[in-house]
């Protein structure tokens, strides 16, 4: 739009007030920035200077504070339907029975860009049109909308997540 229609763009942003056309430009500029980073991250994992690690954490690790802020940061950016035991978040993650898998980069100890979590059906309140018959049995995980960190969206780290918390709740049985 600024390049392609350039004279059309600036008779319509002439006839904004100054606030406006300077939060015009500066969205633009964070959406270029934004996208600048996604592709150099793209680029960094086409080239393998960059890899998913997968982790299966372990329950001692899940209760640090810095940790669960991480993961709670993460899970803020997913859109709010998305958001299962928005205000039991953090204790969830101490839960014995929760699941949870993060996905970080290069290696086991990398930083945390995406995460799987969930839980024993039974623990979350679905919609009243959903009717799971082994609601009940106690036999069946519920997987929560996995989050990952934005720039990361595309690449398969989605796809790596749900892989390892499937293989991780199978080995849990």
Do not use: C
């Not at 954490?57 to 669960?68: D, G, H, L, Q």
């Not at 100890?109 to 049109?129: D, M, Q, W």
Request: aromatic share 10%; no cysteine.
């Amino acid at each position: 739009m600024t390049k392609n229609e350039s004279k059309i763009h600036e008779i319509v942003l002439n006839y904004l007030p100054d606030e406006m056309q300077k939060n015009f430009q500066t969205s633009v500029q964070k959406f270029t920035e934004l996208r600048n980073e996604e592709l150099q991250i793209k680029n960094d994992f086409e080239d393998k200077n960059l890899k998913f690690a997968v982790k299966m954490e372990s329950p001692k690790t899940k209760k640090t504070s810095e940790f669960a802020n991480t993961l709670h940061n993460m899970y803020l950016e997913l859109p709010k339907p998305l958001r299962f035991n928005e205000t039991s978040f953090i204790d969830s993650l101490n839960d014995p029975k929760t699941i949870l898998t993060t996905l970080r980069l290069n290696d086991e100890n990398g930083v945390v860009i995406g995460f799987a979590k969930g839980g024993p059906l039974e623990n979350y309140i679905l919609r009243s049109e959903i009717n799971d018959l082994n609601y009940g049995k106690k036999n069946t995980i519920f997987l929560e909308p996995i989050a990952v960190s934005m720039g990361y969206w595309g690449i398969g780290a989605g796809q790596r997540l749900r892989q390892s918390f499937i293989m991780q709740t199978h080995t849990k049985k």
